[in-house]
């Protein structure tokens, strides 16, 4: 297994110098507020950095947001330099989108490094630009020969844990970026909408947890304007500039991007809210998401509007990026002996079923925003995820994924794995059939970690259904514990190019790696 040093990669770091200074001279208020000045002097400027995301062998998506009414122009090059840069004209950035923008880039060489700058201009004077801001993302390999590094986690700014000057902001996305991975998967839970950030929070010590605030962060978010800020919310923070800046990401969302364990067509019995439909807040935070996300299958790239979708890492490795909210069925005691709606909905389990089949993917990730064999409870007696605590044979939204677990062995799909965030801990899990109250399924892993920058909470029971067996855990022993006392958890994969090796380990803040798992390609049951 092939070692990859966890350098700060001088190709990439290289083209941040000059071209990413926001980060020097960021200040809430110049960034804050429901939307920029229609009518400022001088030239656009991009004080939220710039994103890519969705790459692939030859195409990518690169996001930005201007202070202004703007025309987005892209440039890309193979060197730092800049020398003969190849241009992409972008959207005008206006109200509409909330001045953010996306332009996507095509006709990339497979597997090379590709440096890129966002320049805004001027709508009414295209030689008025402001100064660029760049990064850069590998674009991913046509050949099996090359390594593999991805990272995953997810869970930002919950439980009122928000950006803290005192500890450097969110700093486990600088030691994240220092490990050069190809790309971040994000499990969801990207802002916390309906978690305000307070000035302060007095621990159990006594000790003061100090936030950066905004006046959208100050409520639950309801209007578009308040999704928009709580998106917007996060760009405050300078390593996670950074981390985007030279990090590509594939993005998913889960429940807290509107409202804790929603689900389609809930009215909502809480107090903070004035607006109680659910499908009413899930369209703005959409809308919102998809303007501050790079998402190929989002608008303006897809006007269907689906967050599921496949991005294929080339000869080793496909990502099959699943929505657990939209298309559920409510929250319940979770025991129905059919269930063809479930978690995903007839529509993407069709899919997903259908994809995994056409993939020749060496592995075949199935990036999921809840987990399978943990019971996350709604309530004293409904059920948040798939697992309902009855150990015996599939009830429930434990159907649906019998039925596709029954798929991928009947049909000799190899290399799945399954990773999520969501619980606030970490831990690994090993499903076999042999400990299973349902025997037709080829055994499988599930490795959870998280959350980034949110509050952590005790590990809950496991359900027998599909055999799990925690093989490592860690979790504190009471509920939303700050990330001081808490260590912050991210996940990290690295495939070999030589012999098709996976390796899973499960990483806290500060380096120490807690869990590793090796697994072998081409194996069923492993």
């Known amino acids: 297994m092939s070692q990859r040093e966890p350098s700060p990669s001088p190709r990439r770091r290289s083209v941040l110098r000059g071209s990413l200074a926001v980060p020097a001279a960021l200040t809430v208020p110049a960034l804050t507020g429901a939307a920029p000045s229609l009518a400022l002097a001088g030239r656009p400027e991009a004080g939220w950095g710039v994103q890519a995301g969705d790459v692939t062998a ?14 987005m122009i892209v440039e890309t090059s193979a060197t730092e330099s800049f020398r003969d840069p190849r241009r992409w004209r972008g959207p005008l950035l206006g109200p509409d989108t909330d001045f953010t923008g996306t332009t996507r880039l095509h006709g990339l060489p497979a597997g090379e490094q590709i440096h890129y700058r966002v320049l805004l201009a001027d709508p009414d004077d295209p030689r008025r630009t402001g100064r660029p801001v760049g990064g850069t993302f590998r674009t991913t390999p046509k050949g099996r020969k090359e390594d593999v590094r991805f990272l995953w986690s997810g869970d930002i700014a919950g439980q009122g844990w928000g950006i803290n000057p005192d500890r450097g902001g969110y700093r486990i996305f600088e030691e994240m970026r220092t490990r050069d991975p190809d790309f971040f998967l994000c499990s969801g839970d990207n802002i916390y909408a309906d978690s305000p950030i307070l000035p302060s929070v007095t621990l159990p010590d006594g000790n003061v947890w100090r936030n950066v605030t905004t006046e959208e962060k100050s409520k639950v978010a309801e209007t ?72 190929s299958t989002l608008p303006p790239g897809d006007e269907d509007g689906r967050v599921y979708r496949v991005m294929r890492h080339g000869p080793l490795l496909d990502v099959f990026v699943l929505d657990m909210r939209t298309c559920r069925n409510a929250n319940s005691p979770n025991r129905q002996p059919d269930d063809t709606t479930g978690i995903l909905g007839a529509r993407q389990l069709a899919w997903l079923k259908r994809e995994l089949s056409r993939s020749r993917a060496v592995w075949k990730v199935i990036a999921s925003d809840m987990p399978l064999g943990i019971v996350v409870s709604d309530g004293r007696v409904n059920f948040e995820a798939v697992a309902q605590g009855d150990p015996g044979a599939p009830l429930g939204r434990e159907l649906q994924i019998a039925e596709l677990l029954r798929h991928i062995k009947h049909d000799r799909i190899t290399g799945t794995l399954w990773l999520t965030t969501d619980v606030h801990y970490t831990s690994a899990q090993h499903y076999d059939p042999s400990r299973a109250g349902f025997k037709d399924f080829a055994p499988f ?19 027998g259904t599909f055999g799990p067996e925690q093989k490592f855990i860690k979790a504190p022993g009471r509920a939303n514990t700050s990330p001081v006392e808490t260590p912050q958890y991210f996940g990290e994969v690295d495939i070999d190019g030589g012999s098709g090796e996976l390796t899973v380990r499960l990483r806290q803040e500060g380096g120490d790696v807690l869990f590793t798992q090796v697994l072998q390609p081409g194996r069923v049951g492993q």
């Open 445 to 463: 892993w599930e490795f959870v970690s998280g959350p980034l920058a949110a509050g952590g909470f005790p590990a809950t029971q496991l359900d």
């Open 224 to 295: 578009l304007a308040e999704f928009r800020g709580a998106f917007r919310y996060n760009l405050l923070d300078e390593n996670l500039l950074r981390f985007n800046a030279q990090v590509p990401s594939i993005v998913q969302w889960d429940d807290h991007e509107v409202h804790n364990n929603w689900y389609p067509g809930q009215i909502l019995d809480d107090q903070q809210y004035t607006e109680k439909r659910v499908d009413v807040l899930a369209r703005r935070s959409l809308r919102a998401f998809s303007e501050y996300f790079p998402v």
């Open 58 to 71: 030859h195409a990518g998506l690169v996001w930005v947001r201007s202070d202004r009414p703007a025309r």
